[in-house]
């Protein structure tokens, strides 16, 4: 979250006009609302986790949660008195449910994160109200644009303290130009697939702004000397609040927020008693209606090169017939390319108690992918009254993928449309549902990029723990790529030791063979820190051979070796051997796995990032067919003349006594044989000439076969 700005400054000219009307009568328990205060702005990458968390409340309280929006340095902040509200704000985005002070939720106690947010409500709402609070008289002239509400607070007990009165003016559905898309940084963000922008760009253009706080009319404290000191049972006051709408307001999206607070100096002391909210121009009332929406199931598979449907029921509650428009949330859908969707009938009647069904339809192009579509259904009556807008989320991911990357990484996107594997290739998301919907070990590779293998940081809670996901693949013979910048740091933080046990990091590691030392960071010569470093392959490794000097934007790295034979070293870092940027293991049962100390995104050039994930990919499919179990009695074994090879080598082995019926044969890195080779014999040595004047230089293994298994011997041909 980004440093914050002043949102409370100097007063701006507001036409404000206060009436204070006393009363008393019998008092009636009043209807408890929360009022909620947002604190965002468009600038701020994590905000759409309020804007989420707003519309979760919004429709578990229907009539019992009033959100605003406070805006910060973007087009819709304002200046709202010399006060210094923004002085208690951790950060963005932030909130006060009713100023109160939640000890038990949170460390700020009044200004609380998102994520807990509906722990303070659902809390709140179990205290009888104080007061109620009603808006009425709202009257607005359409010519001169001048508004006029009236605010009451109405007491159910006595109270004694600074009670003030005050009123909001806010806006919904603002937009505007760039300067008014809502900036994103939960695109495709493990733990964050529940919320509708993990499906958006990192900024959503056009996006509509909702609950945005245009003016205060009584200042961010309210309006003092209304209510006397001591409140009585019974008691009403009331205050009339005027305001001239700006004519860039569209006024029938404008509402008002009344409400009635205790104020104290000390901000942990606040609080809001209740409040109330009406529009400014009145429509048909409102339906209390939800039309529930289902489906056979929520992951489907579509046809690639095709069209796919899925059936979607409507229900309707009530005693009353009802219609409901449908359509397809544009804004939170992110589709891919080739991909589109539609839903029809885009109305529809149900009978009332009665249901109905809708059809979406996905078309998909031949290459694979995944798509979350959001289908919304919004009930209305013949009088214009609308219903409360319900959501069904399906998921669709093409028949022909065999390679999935849970999460996202831009390079492994961008590597998916420029190799091979890229038709067979789908970006999903990291989440336990869809991984329970699509298991990992149906596919023939797992990618897991940017996975800090067991990092419990994340603001709304951790990611699925994917270690137990890794080893259950492995176990069915799968394949896996993991990349992660410095992962190791993270699993073997002292806090997470219960995690690490718990998911099996350990028997992980072992099988590995991974050896962790410490985070350090690249320096140059003279001893100080650089952002980049530079990416070798070792010579001959299927993976890292032929890559060197490739410069990786990465500070750090992560000190570790392999004592486990299994395991191989496939890069180092820094032109130093020592420095392990990624090995790989094979399990010799059909499982195999790469980890990258680096995120591929973080290569430099795109011919290195397409290079790099060819060959690993090529690994993790084919292995290194060379890689045989050897004779371990045979100390002799086998030997070549020349090493690297120019145009030729003889090949020799010494045989066991036992060992009957020797051929040789030579492979590539990919596994494949380039030749079959009948040596001479003199007793127990075999001999052969191998001409590899047409072979393309690289590394190759020679293999010697006989009755009692085989021998191999790795060489570079350098014409």
Request: glycine share 6%; with cysteine.
């Amino acid at each position: 979250m980004r440093s914050k700005v002043t949102i409370f400054a100097l007063l701006i000219a507001l036409t404000l006009s206060v009436v204070i009307t006393p009363s008393t009568s019998n008092a009636q328990a009043p209807v408890k609302r929360i009022l909620l205060e947002e604190y965002t702005g468009c600038w701020c990458g994590w905000c759409p986790r309020g804007i989420h968390a707003i519309d979760q409340m919004l429709e578990k309280y229907p009539g019992q949660f009033i959100p605003v929006s406070f805006h910060n340095a973007d087009p819709m902040a304002f200046a709202t008195g010399s006060d210094t509200l923004e002085s208690t704000l951790p950060g963005f985005p932030t909130g006060w449910i009713n100023r109160k002070n939640f000890t038990s939720i949170s460390d700020a106690h009044w200004n609380i994160d998102p994520g807990t947010w509906q722990d303070a409500v659902t809390q709140d709402l179990t205290v009888a109200a104080i007061a109620g609070v009603t808006v009425s008289e709202v009257t607005y002239n359409e010519t001169t644009r001048a508004l006029s509400a009236k605010v009451t607070a109405k007491f159910a007990q006595n109270l004694t303290g600074d009670i003030r009165l005050n009123m909001y003016v806010i806006e919904d559905s603002v937009s505007g130009g760039t300067t008014y898309d809502q900036h994103n940084y939960l695109t495709n963000r493990a733990g964050y697939s529940d919320n509708p922008f993990y499906n958006c760009p990192a900024a959503v253009s056009k996006y509509q702004h909702m609950h945005v706080v245009r003016a205060a009319l009584g200042g961010a404290y309210g309006v003092a000397g209304i209510i006397p000191a001591t409140a009585n049972t019974g008691a009403s006051y009331s205050a009339t609040f005027t305001y001239v709408v700006p004519a860039t307001f569209n006024a029938k999206h404008v509402s008002v927020v009344g409400y009635a607070m205790q104020y104290s100096a000390t901000p942990a002391n606040n609080q809001i008693l209740n409040a109330d909210i009406a529009k400014i121009i009145s429509g048909p009332a409102p339906l209390a209606t939800k039309i529930a929406a289902s489906a056979p199931s929520k992951y489907i598979k579509a046809t690639n090169g095709g069209q796919t449907t899925q059936t979607i029921t409507l229900t309707n509650p009530t005693a009353s017939p009802i219609s409901a428009q449908l359509a397809i949330d544009k804004v939170f859908t992110n589709f891919p390319a080739g991909w589109s969707a539609t839903i029809t009938p885009a109305t529809i009647d149900i009978a009332a108690n009665g249901t109905a069904q809708a059809t979406l339809t996905f078309t998909a192009p031949a290459k694979s992918g995944y798509i979350s579509v959001p289908v919304s259904v919004l009930p209305y009556n013949a009088q214009g009254s609308i219903g409360i807008l319900s959501t069904v989320n399906i998921n669709a991911l093409s028949q022909n993928t065999k390679y999935v990357s849970f999460g996202s990484d831009a390079a492994i996107v961008a590597r998916a449309t420029t190799t091979a594997y890229g038709t067979n290739l789908a970006t999903i998301p990291l989440d336990e549902e869809v991984m329970a919907a699509y298991p990992p070990e149906s596919f023939d590779v797992a990618i897991f990029p940017g996975i800090q293998i067991l990092d419990y940081t994340t603001l709304t809670g951790a990611p699925p723990r994917i270690i137990p996901v890794i080893t259950k693949m492995l176990n069915a013979g799968k394949k896996v790529l993991l990349t992660s910048n410095y992962a190791l740091y993270w699993a073997f933080e002292s806090q997470y030791a219960s995690a690490i046990a718990t998911d099996g990091l350990t028997a992980f590691m072992d099988k590995m063979g991974i050896v962790y030392g410490s985070l350090t960071s690249h320096l140059n010569s003279s001893g100080q820190l650089v952002a980049a470093s530079t990416l070798t392959g070792f010579a001959g490794d299927p993976v890292g051979d032929s890559t060197s000097g490739v410069t990786v934007n990465n500070p750090y790295y992560d000190v570790f070796t392999t004592i486990n034979a299994n395991s191989k070293p496939i890069f180092y870092f820094d032109d130093d051997e020592t420095i392990l940027a990624g090995l790989r293991n094979d399990d010799g049962k059909g499982g195999r796995i790469v980890y990258l100390d680096f995120n591929l995104a973080d290569i430099a050039t795109t011919a290195s990032q397409t290079k790099i994930f060819r060959k690993t990919m090529d690994y993790l499919l084919n292995g290194e067919k060379a890689d045989v179990k050897t004779v371990a009695q045979n100390t002799t074994g086998l030997s070549v003349s020349a090493n690297p090879i120019k145009n030729s080598t003889v090949i020799n082995y010494n045989a066991l006594p036992t060992e009957r019926n020797v051929t040789f044969s030579v492979v590539d890195m990919l596994g494949r044989q380039v030749a079959n080779l009948t040596p001479s014999s003199f007793g127990n040595t075999y001999s052969v000439n191998f001409d590899a004047s047409d072979l393309a230089n690289g590394a190759y293994v020679i293999i010697a076969h006989s009755s009692e298994g085989t021998h191999q011997i790795r060489v570079v041909n350098a014409q």
